[in-house]
């Protein structure tokens, strides 16, 4: 069986190397809070609601990648597929503050909620106030009517940056409310070629058939909707733009961001091939595309595949989008 | 023997639909020129020096993905891993050229070499200006003193980059010395775990054993400088950076750029821990990094590994790399 093959150190020190390596790069625009693996702003301004994101490390750029202006004030790490302890959490939640609140912002998985929640009542006693803001874009991972089931995925990128747009003049409240519009308003969905592996146990997360793919892949390898023999691009691509646009629905004349997310491996020409199609699939169905984003934003280690997400635009969460930002995965 | 797996339509057709799909994605600012694969931008400017680049496609984001302001202008592009026709080269650039004279900046190939040489001498039937930059920071590929058979890799990017920024107010001598400058202090070196693969054959550029890599092997899969056993990043690493700062060589006092370059599939997790050794390297050296990028820059399909590339500044490449740029791969 074919194992894994990745450059690196210690594999117990990976979630830490990998932080301390976007430190570096960040040349002084982000540092880790004491003690605990946490990024915030060294720019972090005095007044304005605070935006806190976190998760479990393993799929840079998310989350350390989006901290900066106009996205994420601070993010909470967690080692490799595991959520940031309470304790992280919390402590970054009183670096962050400046008296306007905290809003918290994450992939929805169990995990996360559970730790999120107690830092959340733990920064309560200490009078901060906060509110919790889950992301479950991904459409595969459970049915509409249970649209708070589903996993959180490349959508965090989307609900950060309108977020973060919001957060540079908007009230707590103000924020709240357009953000879980924009949250409301996301969808995700993902094809899987191959596995991404645990670099502590040096193993794939699962199987794959070579002449097999799995829709609906979670980030984690959590099952999909469908495993189906190797088709086209085109084909896998219409029935990613289909499930996307019936979930939401996404109709005519509505105005979106898409985002062609790699999750490890696929090459940038397959990103640009699955851009084309999802691009003209679209405009069939009368569907604008404000902008794009296409390469690595919220991955999986080596997993081959992608996703697609969408944001469905309003006039407001639209000018949101256009604000200029300034981070390490994201800057406009 | 393991196989590629990719999610693509006919093979044939993949340089062709990768592109379109990058021209999808830029919402009108760039154009394909009529009849063949070239990108140019929408909003060219009038009033200076055209930056001309191109190459083989598989390298995606290069090369259209540098066609913007403060880069290129436009690019002639080929088929996957071949030098794009000297008509193809010769039309885009009687299409960029407004008076002031093309400048070609590509990667240091025989085909390439060929191609753009022919369509410069059909320019200068033409009566346009046109002068060549090769881009040969490959220091595996060739020793020093045969400078001029490198080949050229990710040192594009810093080149273009300098280039453009030179364009938008230089005379065609001036970008032409400052960009030149530019590559002479420009090296890149690579390291690879595993194979990319050719499209239209479905094979992969050749075989590394699960407990080896090769130091110093090429965008194609040419033969580097040593085949190795399996071993730590931070080793890995060591050996690049002495290569690169012997090379030059980089000093005591340098102030470089530094770019963390993904050939394909290594996880970003695997780019960060990379960046951090050469930030440390390079902080021992008592060199420092004005600026990091780590991503896709220039990719061999889904070969697997990295490659380093540094710039080293002098005042003026040092204004110019921090003039704003906006294409699809490089923005700042």
Sequence with gaps: MRKPKKL???????????FEGLLSVMSGKLEALPGITAAIRTDLPSDKVAILTGGGAGHEPLFAGYVGHGLADAAALGDIFAAPPPNVILQTTEAVNNGKGVIYIYGNYAGDNMNFDIAAELADDDDIKTHTIRVWDDVASAPLEKITERRGTAGDVYVLK??????????????????????????????????????????????????????????????????????????????LIDQLCDDLPYQKGDEVCLLVNNLGSSTYMELLIASRKAHALLAERGISVHHTLVGNYCTSQEMSGYSLTMLKLDEEIKSLYDLPCDSFALRN
Excluded at 204 to 229: Q, S, Y
Aim: net charge negative.
């Design 8 to 18: 690196i150190n210690e594999p117990l020190n990976v979630a830490q190397e990998q």
């Design 162 to 239: 309108i977020a973060g747009a919001a957060s540079l003049s908007y009230s707590f409240e103000d924020v709240v409310k357009v953000t879980e519009r924009a949250r409301d308003n996301t969808r995700s969905i993902g094809v899987a070629l191959s596995a991404g592996s645990v670099p502590q146990t040096n193993t794939f997360n699962f199987e794959l058939p070579d002449d097999e793919l799995e829709i609906g892949m979670g980030l984690h390898g959590e099952p999909g909707v469908a495993r189906e023999k190797m088709s086209s691009a085109d084909e896998v691509v219409t029935k």
